[in-house]
């Protein structure tokens, strides 16, 4: 079971670097704890406060819900793809950083 967990840890790494460099963010920062979830927080375009409230039992899974249709829609992805983020982040993440999708950092 640890070496399907590596993949899908892998996978989720890889994937959010190479979302990190579409968005303007430097790719390593996807490897540091906390500081990720920082980063990703500035590119779904959210204020600095929701970063406290994502250590909040249950409000999380709200603003996690939240932060991955923030951060479909900067993408230019419909808000079913946000789902998929927030569920199966190590299949959409690589979709996300390696498809075609282009960062608009100005997007509602």
């Known amino acids: 079971m640890t070496i399907i967990n590596l993949i899908i840890l892998i996978a989720v790494i890889v994937g959010m670097w190479k979302v990190f460099d579409k968005a303007g963010e430097y790719g390593w920062a996807s490897l540091i704890p906390f500081y990720n979830l920082w980063v990703l927080n500035r ?27 923030a951060i479909a829609r900067r993408f230019g992805q419909p808000g079913i793809f946000a789902v998929g983020l927030y569920f199966l982040p190590f299949l959409f993440y690589p979709i996300l950083g390696f498809g075609g999708s282009r960062f608009q950092p100005y997007a509602a």
Do not use: D, Q, R, T
């Open 43 to 69: 590119i779904g375009g959210k204020e600095w406060y929701w970063f406290i409230g994502y250590f909040i039992p249950l409000v999380n899974l709200i603003l996690f819900a939240l932060l991955s249709l």
